[in-house]
Every structure is written in structure tokens, then in C-alpha cells.
């Protein structure tokens, strides 16, 4: 039997944004054509030579998942899911776009991307959870995608995550949305639930949801 659970979201004019195309950013920039204009395209003003292989470039991942370049939003999602394809994190924790011919780092101001979908097929152990990224790329959760949950040490507030590509540990990631997490909770608590319904007088587990066979906590040990 297979359960499918999914969240709503409209379609986006920007990525990232969940605006429809009649709302996007009037300011929103087109961005450079490809990788090689990103040299090219300087800030008005900026005729400092551009000699330094490893220079940043002035790109930055918001935590909604929008791409800015120059202080404004890229309107073109063909143009950021190319550069996506490029982009690599490095032991230091950095964040760079990666081609043979050049390198520059951006600034990514919590994940690169996030989450704004879940789909559930199976269910208890054998059950698979798979998120689709505001880029349209899905992922599985499991022994290579797994899920972690930051707990902010100040408000209490847990910022999820899954990863996406690279090494677990230091790649890329997803944030999960609200949505998206409060779904997965769901779940977990449900799980929970039915765990201690089933083993009356016995301590109740860590609460968390099981894919492909990997079980992920959300709360902390």
C-alpha cells in the first residue's frame, strides 16, 4: 500500500521566493548570461582589474533560497538552476562556483536550498520520504541524504536539514521550510504515539521517522 503526502506551493517566479510571475521584484536582475559574463559583469563603477583567480563573486543565497546578484534577486530560474550545478562547499566551510576555467566564492546565507515538498510512499520502517528542492530537484531521505535538526541554543527554535550532494558532513544541504517540517513532526509524533499505545508502561522513544530504513531523530538525544 502506498501513502503519498505532499504541502502546497504555488509556483515560483523566482527561486526560492514563492511569488507567482505578476509579483516578482520589479528590481529583480536578469543576472549574466552564463558562468563566463559573471567576470564581466561588474558592479557599476568597478573598473578594478580582475586578475585573482579566487576573488568572490558578488552572489548571495538568501535563507528563502533566493539568488542574488549585485543586492538584487535573479529572476531567471534556468540561470540559477545552471549555476546550482556548479556550486561546491569546501573543508572551510565555504561556499564556491566551480567551473575548469574559473572559481569564485558566494555567500550563502543558511543552506543553498530548501525544501517546499514531501512526498511519503510506504509506511513505519520501510517507508521512503522524498523532498523536492525550490530548485525542482527531489531527494530521498536515507543512508546518503540523511536528516539532521539544529536546535538554536538561544530561542529553542530547530532548523532541519537534508542533504543534498557532497560529502555528509561539509556538502551541500536543504533547509526544510516550515510547512515541510511541521509535516514531518507530524509524523513523528504520530509514530510516537502508536509506539507507546503499543507497549503500555514502557519509556517513550526518541521521537523521529524512519526512510529506507534509517531512522532520523528530531528532538535532541
Known sequence: ?????MTESKPDAGPGTGQDAADKPATASEGPADLAGLRAARAPGDDTPDTRPDEGYDIRIARDGTWFYHGSPIGRLPLVKLFSTVLRRDEAGDYWLITPAERGRIRVDDAPFVAVEMRREGEGRGQALSFRTNLDHWIT????????????????????????????????????????????????????GAAEGAAEGAGAGPAGVWSQGVFFRLEPA
Open 141 to 192: 531521505a536515507g543512508a546518503e541524504h540523511p536528516i539532521r535538526v539544529v536546535i538554536d541554543p538561544a530561542t529553542g527554535e530547530p532548523s532541519p536539514y537534508i542533504h543534498v550532494r557532497g560529502d555528509i558532513g561539509r556538502g551541500l544541504e536543504a533547509r526544510l521550510n516550515r510547512p515541510v517540517f511541521y509535516e514531518l513532526a507530524g509524523m513523528a509524533l504520530a509514530a510516537e
Open 1 to 5: 500500500m502506498v501513502n503519498c503526502v
